[in-house]
């Protein structure tokens, strides 16, 4: 069964499709959640993070939370997680958490432990790492894990690097030269070794080497604050961006300007918009896409969540309620899975 996952300010709306009809579950009601992950290999055991209320744990598919008893992370800003898959028993990996101020933690044993990878606060960058509104701090905006590497990771800090690390997060590789510079949406596709895709404040960027080097094909795109990104999990060739020009367009209600453009092969960005929502007014989109569908993208917006079954070409919203108080909010992350 297809399962929306949308970290909302206010909670975590869980949208399932049954038999054809979406329905909606609401959970952690009152609480800012920021972000999800979803076990790859159990996918009822789920994480989500709080901006100052706490790491939170699922393992019946979302119907029940509990705060997880890990004193020192009762008030800290959770703002990424991921969780990774054992490469050789194809059971629990780590489970990875990023917060504000920036810091990444790792759990081993599915979140009973966790203990702070302290190595990446030593590279030579992390003294210019600097977030546009809050300037006195930054954050783990993205975590990307490498499907061809066990314990492979990259960390997207918001604002000022994409870094590196080879052994889960003990070492890392500092940010390179050209490398996108406030990465919002990092994707590895698992069908496409070495291959990055960076939706950043400063554009999109593109590595296949493994992020050594970097490209960013930009024409046809009119717009070049981005935000989310999604990879067609049918080929990595396939991709659709949101995009605004600039962080008020993108973030701010009373200035919501944003689009999606979709891109194939090595053709020009193209803009769509046939069944989305008109660009004014519009904040920027979350996407999401997953592997039991092929071809099918989602976008979460202050409208509504959209579901594109065609590679992001046409669109059609979701028959779901979509209250008031939401047309002036950003869906934090949305993540889709295939839940049985």
């Known amino acids: 069964m297809t399962t929306l996952y949308l970290a909302m300010p206010d909670g975590l709306l869980i949208i399932r499709n049954a038999n054809g009809q979406w329905q909606v579950e609401r959970r952690m009601d009152g609480l800012p959640v920021q972000c999800v992950a979803i076990d790859p290999f159990r996918p009822e055991r789920q994480y989500c993070g709080t901006f100052g209320q706490g790491l939170w744990r699922s393992r019946d598919g979302g119907d029940t939370w509990r705060q997880m008893e890990t004193p020192v992370f009762r008030s800290l800003q959770f703002t990424a997680l991921a969780v990774s898959m054992n490469q050789r028993t194809g059971d629990l990996g780590n489970l990875y958490a990023g917060t504000e101020p920036t810091a990444l933690y790792r759990s081993d044993d599915g979140g009973d432990t966790w203990r702070e990878l302290p190595n990446l606060l030593t590279l030579i960058s ?5 977030f546009p509104p809050r300037p006195y701090t930054s954050h783990v905006r993205a975590i990307g894990l490498d499907p061809g590497v066990p314990g492979g990771l990259y960390v997207a800090i918001e604002a000022g690097a994409l870094v590196h ?3 889960r997060g003990d070492s890392w590789d500092d940010r390179v030269s050209g490398s996108p510079y406030d990465t919002h949406t990092l994707a590895l596709p698992p069908n496409a070794p070495l291959t990055l ?7 999109y960027f593109e590595s296949y080497d493994g992020g050594d080097r970097w490209g960013t094909p930009r024409a046809g795109l009119r717009h070049h604050y981005l935000w989310g990104l999604a990879v067609d999990p049918a080929g990595p060739e396939t991709l659709i961006v949101s995009a605004a020009s600039g962080p008020n367009a993108a973030h701010r ?7 999606i ?3 194939s092969g090595f053709s020009d960005w193209q803009r769509v918009t046939d069944g989305l929502p008109d660009e004014q007014g519009t904040l920027a989109s979350v996407l999401a896409a997953h592997e039991a569908e092929p071809h099918v993208f989602y976008a979460a917006n202050n409208h509504g969540i959209y579901r594109s079954a065609d590679t992001g070409l046409t669109w059609q919203r979701l028959d779901i309620p979509w209250p008031d108080a939401y047309r002036t ?3 934090a992350e949305m993540v889709v899975v295939d839940v049985n």
């Open 126 to 130: 992390a003294p210019t790492w600097s």
């Open 165 to 167: 690390s080879s052994n």
């Open 197 to 203: 895709y960076a939706a950043a404040g400063d554009g």
């Open 253 to 259: 209600a009373e200035h919501a300007a944003s689009v």
């Open 261 to 263: 453009y979709r891109r």
């Open 329 to 331: 909010q950003r869906p």
